[in-house]
């Protein structure tokens, strides 16, 4: 029993890196659904064009946190043998990856937001006018590139803090970007306490000033405590990053930002090959995601632990860490195994919040089912997925992620929607099943065993001069 369950120590450090980023996690996610809620009670086609911009924003979230992830693998490897200025250069190169990603993609959605958003949309079924929906997802783009900056630089500085241990400011400035962000939501979208009643513009003006707060309070807090936060002094005084590591950073972190774009890209194909089916798809789909965001928490927030905690290890050459991996493992899943079992519970009556048509809520509650059985499975996929990628191998990692998504469920499901009359709930139903394939394939990477290796070694830094 030991081999699988840690002792207290163990126990103790993971709750103090988990427990902020769950929270954090957990109110993020809850106001995410109040807020679709809240846009839901405006109408279907508001709620699908919201829909569709948010998946848009999915991918460029994802290509920063691929982008940030490479350089995150080395802070905590570097936190792990205490060398700040190593650290600090981890840092420099992140922002300069947040400021070639941020002018790409508002770039790329400047110009071709329209079309991207037309992209999602079929006509079918009865659930939704298509010219209706790409007016408001036009709408909710114009003012979600306002975004985009403060929460990229947020990203930077937080990440860089939860690898160095500091879970806590991240957290407490997520939450007070997430009650000023519901606040908002309701003055701005409904018109409230004398303002403009302005729908989904108002719904993204609240996340756009509730992003820039947020900024704020991160970047702020950590100048002024550079006493605990070393790396951020002198941090701006130059870019240098030393060549060998930068090299490395480029090395490891090009698959990472390759991964969650392509994967992120292939979520989105998913979207799109299901919503084949009708408008009212689209709709389900973003209540059954909206829910299902908010129960797998867990298995995000335990995804992030495992990253920093076997990187930390690996940095300090611990002899356990590959156990530690398994223990990890057994906790996610035993956890999902709980929130699953709530979620399956909870299927019936969510839907039925939104202001949508039966149909849409009929649908919406068979993807929550599907998605909830599924959940134990997801969990133990994603704690593979940051296993692996703490040790550096980041090919592996991509074809275990992106390469099997784009290989097996985005073209399983194409055939599906087009060449046969299954129902849709049917095809979601099969998609999930092959993930037993990947799963299958995660745990053959995690008990090899090669992913455990200590990058730092090689990539010896110097201070600079005062």
């Keep these: 029993m030991k081999k699988y369950f840690g002792d207290k120590a163990f126990y103790r450090h993971l709750l103090v890196i988990v427990v902020p980023i769950l929270i954090q996690n957990a109110i993020t996610n809850f106001v995410n659904l109040l807020d679709n809620i809240m846009v839901g ?18 991918i460029f979230n994802l290509c920063l946190f691929g982008g ?5 693998i080395f802070t905590a490897q570097f936190f792990g043998k205490q060398d700040v200025e190593g650290i600090r250069h981890t840092f420099r190169f992140k922002i300069l990856i947040v400021a ?49 900056i403060p929460f990229s630089l947020t990203q930077a500085y937080a990440s860089t803090l939860r690898e160095c241990d500091d879970t806590m400011l991240p957290m407490k400035a997520g ?21 403009p009643a302005l729908g989904v513009v108002g719904a993204a003006l609240a996340t756009a000033i509730a992003r820039l707060f947020e900024a704020g309070i991160v970047l702020i807090y950590t100048h002024r405590h550079s006493e605990r936060h070393a790396f951020i002094r002198s941090a701006y005084r130059s870019m240098h990053i030393p060549r060998a590591l930068a090299l490395d950073m480029m090395r490891k972190g090009f698959p990472l930002l390759l991964n969650e774009t392509l994967w992120s890209m292939g ?8 919503a084949v089916r009708g408008l009212e798809v689209i709709a389900a789909n973003n209540i059954s995601n909206t829910l299902s965001n908010l129960f797998n928490v867990i298995f995000f927030s335990m995804g992030s632990a495992t990253a920093i905690i076997l990187g930390q290890e690996l ?17 996610s899943v035993g956890a999902c195994v ?3 079992s709530l979620m399956f519970l ?14 849409v809520r009929e649908l919406a509650t068979g993807l929550i089912r599907i998605s909830a059985c599924f959940s134990p499975l997801f969990a133990y996929e994603n704690v593979a997925y940051f296993t692996i990628r703490s040790g550096g191998k980041t090919w592996i990692t991509f074809v275990f992620d992106a390469g099997y998504l784009w290989l097996i469920p985005v073209p399983f499901s194409y055939l599906m929607v087009h060449y046969t009359a299954m129902p849709i709930l049917t095809i979601y139903l099969l998609v999930q099943c092959l993930d037993f394939i990947k799963a299958g394939y995660g745990l053959y990477l995690v008990r090899k065993g090669n992913w455990i290796q200590d990058l730092t070694g090689s990539s010896k830094t110097v201070p600079e001069q005062a």
Excluded: W
């Excluded at 508001?46 to 924003?57: A, H, K, R, W």
């Excluded at 050459?317 to 398994?326: F, L």
């Excluded at 299927?347 to 048509?357: D, H, K, R, V």
């Design 267 to 274: 979520i989105a194909a998913l979207g799109v090959n299901y």
């Design 346 to 359: 909870c299927a019936g009556f969510f839907p039925e919040i939104y202001n949508t048509e039966p149909g």
């Design 68 to 72: 940030l992830a490479g350089a995150g």
């Design 175 to 195: 939450i007070v970007a997430i009650v000023m962000n519901l606040i908002l939501n309701y003055l701005l979208i409904y018109g409230k306490l004398g303002l």
């Design 315 to 331: 940095g300090a050459g611990n002899p356990e860490v590959k156990t530690d991996a398994g223990r990890l493992a057994i906790t």
């Design 100 to 148: 070639v990603i941020d002018l790409l993609a508002i770039g790329i959605l400047f110009f071709f937001g329209e079309d991207l958003i037309t992209f999602y949309m079929h006509q079918n079924g009865e659930a939704g006018d298509a010219a209706q929906v790409l007016y408001y997802g036009k709408q909710y783009l114009s003012v979600m590139f306002l975004e985009m």
């Design 41 to 58: 009670q405006v109408g279907t086609n508001p709620m699908s064009g919201v829909s569709i911009v948010n998946q848009l924003i999915f």
């Design 338 to 340: 709980v929130t699953g």
